[in-house]
């Protein structure tokens, strides 16, 4: 089970289903963060507007509600990342003030995140890679703040919060509720074209139509859903966190390759998460894949590696979702006047603080009001196509055994992979 769907402090109630045909200014598809805070910053901008959101299932079903929690100012690709940083790191503060005035419950925090060196290849990385907003972390003052096995050195940013993701979500959808949009749940868009969205029993007619989708976008060559999945510990107690360190709940990782990404929980638990899952033929979304045994019994066996204080602790959460990987990693953001249609995703698993910044730049874009956001490069950007079947599945799934295999070389040389250096040339996963 999801361990945020665990731990939400109430539950929200369920929402009505469109069951008739109404207007609206603005139709919203997806309840996650970028559907909602898309209609946080419309209803802020104009609150006269009538916003509704049409959710397939329930507000937070999709990623917004199961993801690491890390709400950083991390960005898919360098490519015109200096000019939106600015913007990420604006977009993590007003997440906190959002959550600091509305939904303290969301546990925000802005500790920072710790990357962990535990190979003299990974520690070469690192040490390269330090930017003016990262402070390199010696070894010893590495473990007076993290205690992991084999650490060599360690990178810290102070720029990402902690978040409970499953709380913030529904506090957002309370929020934009208390602003007057309407919420409706169990309503699947089935048909959207310009000024009108159907679903199984109702329509809406709207000027303006956001999908917000992200994963679940339906063209199976714009993007490649990748897996990540995550498990979470039992509650631990003060003397194994006197151990593990973490005191201001930093994120953490190590610096492998194969994307991973950890967190003290509120309630004192590890959550921690990691690629590795194969990629669905035909960009497929599987319920059942979410709950890939192996990548679950691999991320423990890291978490044990890391702690081996850790040895007796039981696993109480396993879950997943897919995050959407578009041909080239460049997030997009688009509104075309002409069809009233908008549109914004390919996080590539970096979403919490850019749906916010995405969600706030389409309030600006469709009213037609004048910010810096709204001409950053993402906004109209047009990605790549992904290789039609079967190039996709043996170029994705290639690289994901490619990426685990670079950090067995590099554990195993202690040099920068070969196979890493390859990769890059090719098709990161
Ligand atoms: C396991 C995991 C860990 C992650 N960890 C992090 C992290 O730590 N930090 C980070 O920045 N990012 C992380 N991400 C990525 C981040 O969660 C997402 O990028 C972000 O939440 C996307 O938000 P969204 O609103 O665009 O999409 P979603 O939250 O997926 O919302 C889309 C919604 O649309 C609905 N929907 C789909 N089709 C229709 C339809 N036809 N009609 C109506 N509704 C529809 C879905 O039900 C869903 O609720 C992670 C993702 C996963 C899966």
């Known amino acids: 089970m999801n361990l945020w769907d665990d731990t ?7 929402r009505e289903r469109l069951t008739t045909n109404i207007d609206a200014d603005v139709a919203i598809i ?38 690491g929690g890390w709400c950083s100012a991390l960005y898919p690709t360098t490519q015109g990342y200096s000019e939106v940083r600015p913007h990420l790191l604006t977009s993590i503060d007003e997440i ?11 546990g925000f925090v802005k500790s920072g995140t710790i990357t962990v060196a535990r190979n003299k290849a990974q520690l070469a990385r690192i040490q390269e890679s330090t930017a003016p907003h990262e402070t390199y972390l010696s070894k010893g003052a590495l473990l007076g703040r993290l205690g992991m096995k084999g650490a060599l050195g360690g990178l810290y940013t102070p720029d990402c919060a902690v978040i409970h993701p499953g709380r913030l979500v529904r506090a957002l959808a309370e929020q934009v509720e208390k602003l007057g949009v ?23 007619r709207a000027t303006t139509i956001i999908k917000a989708t992200e994963v679940f976008s339906q063209n199976p060559r714009s993007h490649a859903p990748v897996y990540s999945l995550m498990v979470a510990t039992e509650p631990l107690s003060d003397e194994l966190w006197s151990e593990i360190g973490l005191a201001h709940r930093e994120t953490f990782s190590e610096a492998l390759h194969l994307v991973n990404y950890g967190q003290r929980t509120l309630d004192n638990r590890l959550a921690v998460g990691g ?51 578009p041909r080239d990693w ?15 995703g390919g996080y590539s698993g970096d979403g919490v603080t850019l749906s916010h910044l995405s969600g706030k730049t389409l309030a600006h874009l469709v009213l037609e009001r004048d910010h810096p956001i709204t001409t950053l490069p993402h906004v109209n950007w047009q990605n790549p196509m992904w290789e ?25 040389t202690r040099r920068p992979s070969l196979i890493a250096k390859a990769l890059n040339s090719f098709i990161r996963v």
């Open 388 to 412: 039609p079947e079967p190039l996709r599945w043996l170029g994705v799934n290639g690289s994901v055994l490619a990426t685990d295999l670079a950090d067995r070389e590099e554990a195993f």
């Open 30 to 67: 997806g309840g996650g963060f970028t559907g909602l805070w898309s209609a946080y910053y419309l209803k802020k901008l104009d609150p006269t507007l009538r916003v509704v959101i049409l959710e397939a299932e329930r507000i937070g079903f999709g990623a917004s509600g199961r993801n």
């Open 330 to 344: 460049h997030p997009y953001i688009s509104w075309d006047k002409a069809s009233g249609i908008a549109r914004a």
């Open 96 to 106: 906190g003030a959002f959550a600091h005035d509305l939904a303290p419950e969301v």
């Open 182 to 204: 309407i919420i409706y749940e169990q309503s699947r868009a089935l048909t959207i074209e310009p000024n009108l969205v159907k679903s199984k029993d109702g329509s809406v």
């Open 275 to 325: 690629r590795g899952a194969r990629y669905l033929f035909g960009s497929r979304l599987r319920a059942k894949h979410e709950m890939d045994h192996r990548v679950h019994q691999e991320i423990m066996e890291l978490v044990r590696d890391w702690f081996p204080v850790l040895k007796k602790t039981k696993f109480t959460h396993r879950w997943g979702g897919a995050v959407s990987i």
């Open 8 to 14: 939400l402090l109430y539950n929200s109630r369920e």
